[in-house]
């Protein structure tokens, strides 16, 4: 079986910076994915991580270690408006997608 | 380029009866993914469908099933609801090829099991 493991809540204070992290147990996959939910949206992608290392999307970066069953997602300059909802998923080599339970942060003034 | 639509938002039915959700992917997208979001369960793979054809299943009854037509759209249906099938039933469209990275989701259909 497949499971990512991620913290269920993380709060920070606007400006700041902010990890959030995801472990996973896979027999394989494609690479490492984030998406974005909002309080009643849709999830919407942030960024993807087929390779370890880094992955840098203006404020929003990615990584990924294989080696350690890891990955995280960085966010800087943090805004009132990322207070959401954040996923980690795989695609696995099984071809189905595998979510994480999601991460709410809340952002504060 | 318009997103993906669901049809409907909200739906409320009654336990034992049956209900059929829609999905438009977008322009070009043949794979259709659908899932079940809940507050306690988060967001669970039910199944995909690329070229009118099941790809993939999740661990999911057989009570739940799906369908996809030669223009990509998808449907997905319950039958005998139970209470607990009361959640927001996402689709999801990707492009062929792309094995894992962007998924892109449309706004959800809100299901209410009475």
């Known amino acids: 079986g497949q499971s990512l493991e991620q913290p269920s809540e993380v709060t920070a204070v606007e400006g700041a910076i902010v990890q959030i992290n995801c472990t996973y147990q896979t027999s394989g996959f494609y690479g490492l994915s984030w998406y974005q939910q909002h309080d009643g949206g849709a999830p919407t992608f942030l960024s993807y991580?087929?390779?370890?290392g880094l992955e840098e999307t203006g404020r929003f970066s990615s990584f990924l270690s294989r080696s350690d069953s890891y990955g995280y997602l960085l966010l800087q300059e943090l805004q009132m408006k990322d207070s959401a909802s954040y996923f980690c998923a795989v695609r696995n080599y099984g071809q189905n997608f595998v979510f994480g339970p999601g991460t709410r942060l809340s952002v504060l003034p | 380029k318009a997103g993906v639509t669901q049809t409907p938002r909200y739906l409320i039915k009654t336990r034992g009866q049956q209900v059929t959700l829609s999905c438009s992917p977008i322009?070009?997208?043949?794979?259709v993914s659908w899932y079940q979001q809940t507050p306690g369960q988060g967001l669970q793979f039910l199944f995909e469908?690329?070229?009118?054809?099941?790809?993939n299943k999740g661990n999911f009854p057989g009570r739940f099933s799906g369908r996809q037509f030669s223009n990509s759209r998808s449907e997905m249906n319950v039958s005998t609801l139970e209470l607990g099938d009361s959640a927001l039933y996402l689709c999801?469209?990707?492009?062929?090829?792309?094995?894992?990275?962007?998924?892109?989701f449309g706004p959800g259909t809100r299901l209410t099991v009475l």
């Open positions: 999801a469209s990707s492009l062929v090829g792309q094995e894992g990275n962007e998924q892109f």
């Open positions: 322009s070009g997208h043949r794979s």
């Open positions: 469908y690329f070229s009118e054809t099941q790809r």
């Open positions: 991580n087929a390779l370890d």
